[in-house]
């Protein structure tokens, strides 16, 4: 399965715009945290794929390959955070909102709670996490988008799970279910 | 007498994220214990927890502005290719490159029949791309291949996407010059797929590639096109 774009076709483009846009921005929100910097992704992502198409390797399927270019946007991101955040330290700037935005388990409704129960994971736990979980792809789909074998997918997501049970107990949030 | 299996391993267990050996093993272990069995379902209610987090759409513009960069950047590599091409160029190795491919298939086939003749078009396609390698010396016979589709894609080519239902998408890159311009000579479609099957099995056993390769064949091609041309 493969996918090419001509230059004169952009229809086609929109065909695969269309159908991923939402997944895709929903997933990289999941992983950001942050609305716009999710859009701007998104829109960073989709442009990656019109100027890597000739590169795409047809052993994939387009899903796989998108989620795999959103994914190390993703990590570049988080790794400008780190070093914008190393600087602003050096700085003695002391900047409580960048250094751990979504600390806190003080929201109202359970899935603001979830969200921020999930955002405390560690980032390769919380990646494996978001793929299986809310975009429902299996363990070996999930080992193609991020290059890692099967196995370290499953131990990623035990670990994940084990991590969040520890939040659920700790935030009572299991109450809110019976 | 209490289970001692705690809640992290059945949770694992619930969402096979443990190793085959043990995911079995709690299998049998949770059908013959009713503590665990009690357990699962009280897990299921976290399965259920994890859902409550929506999706969002994104704001209405997004895909505005996604079409907006892409046209620009599409706009920006006609303009980077037509500096390097120019239109009677592109139109000339169009033409050579369709005519010659289908003036050796219909040399074959005439020659020899459907079936020897696909087969000596097998045999011509692998020892003409040895011959195209020799000029690429440091270069493996899958990259010239990739090459001359990388050269073929950007001359345009018509591309085509299918959406063929249930999130495929198909593409027809390999098949769909040869069977264009087949129908325009009056050849069967059926042969030339059969034709098309086989160079695209051998364009993948080829064809694994990696990303950063491919970049630098874009000038490789262009002198490709100058050899076949």
Known sequence: MAIFVSKKNISAFEILLDRYKIPLFNYIKRLTGDFHKAEDICQEAFLRIIKKRFSFNSDFNFSTWAYSIATNLCKDERRKDIIRQKELLENGYVNNQLSTPESSVIEKNIGEKIRAIVSLLPEKLKTVFILAEYEGFSYEKISEILDIPVGTVKSRMHNALKQLMEYIRREELINDLQ | ?229
């Not at chain 2, 049998?28 to 994890?50: A, P, T």
């Not at chain 2, 099957?197 to 491919?214: A, N």
Request: glycine share 4%.
């Open chain 2, 1 to 229: 007498m209490t289970c001692n299996k705690n809640e992290e391993q059945l949770l694992g267990y619930l969402y096979a994220a443990l190793p085959d050996d043990e995911l079995e093993a709690l299998r049998k272990h949770i059908s013959s214990c009713r503590d665990c069995r009690d357990n699962m379902k009280r897990l299921e209610g976290v399965k259920e927890l994890f859902k409550k987090w929506d999706s969002t759409e994104p704001s209405a513009d997004l895909k505005k502005h996604i079409l907006w960069e892409v046209e620009e950047e599409l706009r920006l590599e006609k303009d980077k290719s037509s500096t390097n091409f120019s239109q009677s160029e592109i139109e000339y190795l169009r033409q050579r490159a369709n005519s010659e491919r289908l003036r050796i298939y219909k040399t074959l086939v005439n020659l020899f029949g459907r079936e020897k003749g696909l087969e000596v078009y097998r045999s011509y396609l692998e020892e003409s791309y040895k011959e195209i390698s020799v000029y690429f010396k440091d270069k493996t016979v899958k990259e010239i291949l990739l090459a001359r589709a990388c050269t073929e894609r950007a001359l345009g080519f018509d591309l085509e996407i299918i959406d063929i239902g249930g999130g495929v998408i198909e593409e027809t890159f390999y098949s769909c010059p040869m069977i264009s311009i087949a129908e325009k000579m009056g050849i069967k479609k059926d042969v030339c797929e059969i034709v098309c099957k086989i160079e695209s099995e051998m364009m993948e056993k080829y064809s694994i590639m990696k990303v950063e390769l491919l970049e630098t064949l874009v000038e490789g091609s262009r002198c490709l096109f100058k050899i076949t041309g």
